[in-house]
């Protein structure tokens, strides 16, 4: 059996309305509509970026969540610490 397409090649298929975009790339999303226009293609430059761009800001959100949560816990744990600081 043969695989289908052109041998070396492959082709992503991505949604503007995956929730990655929806949440954290509207902005691009909403330009990725635009540049598609009729056609319905996103030219594959914009879609990468797109999709990078959205990828960090929800990666900034959660290494700020994360951060947040090491300072409470930090905090808590001087704050409960009857005895000094455990070892």
Do not use: C, N
Not at 16 to 28: I, P
Not at 55 to 71: I, S, T, V
């Amino acid at each position: 059996m043969r695989p289908q397409g052109d041998p070396g090649s492959f082709e992503v298929i991505a949604s503007l309305e995956d929730d990655l975009m929806a949440r954290y790339g509207t902005w691009w999303r909403d330009v990725a509509r635009w540049a598609a226009g009729v056609g319905g293609r996103v030219p594959s430059w914009l879609a990468h970026r797109a999709v990078r761009r959205a990828q960090r800001g929800a990666e900034k959100l959660h290494a700020r969540m994360r951060a947040d949560l090491l300072q409470t816990d930090q905090h808590l744990d001087t704050t409960l610490a009857f005895s000094g600081r455990q070892e």
